[in-house]
């Protein structure tokens, strides 16, 4: 059975930190691209981070570029997201996502932070900064 499970959520104070980690089971991460979207209350789903499989190429939305950081650990088929410098505006359940049908592997870098392209999803682990 195919599954994503994220964990590391939780609440802190602005400027503190959290990992999140996305464990599959049923397939193996490292021949998925994976992403992290995030959904803050009455906002739209916004992507966050995405790793290849590829080449471990990394993306980011501009919203957090230097402050996360998305890595892969193959051995264990976990992806990670580290969140520094938390502020509040990162409040939102964030959700991992693992894809590689159609164009999204041949076009990461354009088609990364859209959520339609990938096939399997976590069931989200809440974020809470608070200031």
């Known amino acids: 059975q195919v599954q994503l499970v994220e964990s590391g959520g939780g609440s802190v104070q602005s400027g503190g930190s959290l990992r999140l980690s996305c464990a599959a089971s049923?397939?193996?991460?490292?021949?998925?691209?994976i992403g992290w979207f995030r959904q803050a209350p009455g906002k739209e789903r916004e992507g966050v981070s995405c790793?290849?499989?590829?080449?471990?190429?990394?993306y980011y939305a501009d919203s957090v570029k230097g402050r996360f950081t998305i890595s892969r650990d193959n051995a264990k088929n976990i992806v990670y997201l580290q969140m520094n410098t938390l502020k509040p505006e990162d409040t939102a359940v964030y959700y991992c996502?693992?894809?590689?049908?159609?164009?999204?592997?041949?076009?990461?870098?354009?088609?990364w932070g859209r959520g339609e392209e990938y096939d399997y999803w976590g069931q989200g682990t809440q974020v809470t900064v608070s200031s």
């Open positions: 049923g397939f193996t991460l490292d021949n998925y691209a």
């Open positions: 790793i290849s499989p590829s080449d471990g190429s990394t």
């Open positions: 996502a693992a894809g590689r049908a159609g164009l999204l592997l041949f076009r990461l870098g354009v088609l």
